[in-house]
């Protein structure tokens, strides 16, 4: 959100255009922090490895994603952009405490309203009517989407998690919780290992980090941009650069023989 709205700072209305629609492929704290969970889980020892490549993949596409927007939408306009750098200092130990105070609470604030609140309704819609989750509203819902995770390797669950991170992105492992009914960290790890085989943990993972942004962001890009024709297309890009993503990674994956396997 802050990214989106410091684009205006950019004099070039399509330099600044472009810089909306390419922020929201820079992986944001949120991002991470499902994509620290995902890999301890599913590579262990090797999860920073795995972890530093889908955010250097993710940055090599956004490099590619802006070239190409460069050649095609926005091209033969040149933006030109100039902007004085503040001095450097050494932080301060007191700056770094107050930073950390006051992005803890902040997510303090959003896990006791946004996510909690989200995460009572889907518990709800996965209880009822019962028994049971494959019988609920929330089995209803995803059954019909699951065609969709064919290509992708993706079971309905996973669908409807990845379909969470809309409204916040840590959305995600409070879905899988409820999901694959965990309530704890180390329990959802090894229910998630036991049950989705490598190649779709991959396939989910890199749809989570390329996934539309959340309501928020998008509120901020049309308001930003004073345009949804603008502010859908650049969501309808991430959409189709995700699900493709994905699907190319699993169908790899299968065509090798790769990570098809549960544990």
């Known amino acids: 959100v802050p990214a989106v709205m410091c684009a205006r700072a950019i004099e070039s209305g399509s330099g600044r255009l472009l810089t909306i629609l390419l922020a929201p492929l820079v992986p944001c704290s949120a991002r991470l922090v499902v994509l620290s969970f995902l890999t301890a889980a599913f590579f262990g020892p090797w999860a920073w490895l795995v972890a530093f490549a889908f955010v250097g993949a ?30 450097y200092h050494m932080p301060s130990t007191r700056t770094i405490a107050r930073f950390a105070w006051d992005n803890a609470w902040a997510f303090l604030r959003k896990a006791g309203s946004l996510i909690l609140i989200f995460s009572i309704l889907l518990w709800g819609l996965g209880y009822f009517p019962g028994p049971g989750l494959e019988a609920s509203y929330l089995a209803r819902f995803g059954h019909q989407i699951a065609p969709v995770g064919d290509l992708l390797g993706l079971d309905w669950r996973l669908l409807v998690a990845l379909l969470s991170s809309f409204i916040a992105k840590e959305n995600v492992i409070a879905a899988l919780g409820i999901l694959y009914g965990s309530a704890e960290c180390a329990g959802l790890a090894a229910n998630l290992v036991a049950t989705v085989p490598p190649a779709s943990a991959l396939s989910f993972i890199a749809a989570s980090m390329l996934f539309i942004p959340c309501v928020a962001t998008v509120a901020v890009m049309r308001k930003e941009t004073g345009s949804w024709r603008w502010t859908l297309f650049g969501v309808g890009l991430l959409l189709v650069i995700a699900l493709g993503a994905a699907a190319l990674i699993y169908q790899a994956c299968r065509l090798s023989g790769f990570g098809m396997e549960q544990a």
């Open 58 to 87: 993710n940055l090599a596409l956004l490099a590619l994603t802006g070239i190409a927007l460069s050649h095609t939408l926005f091209r033969g306009e040149r933006m030109p952009f100039i902007m004085e750098l503040p001095l």
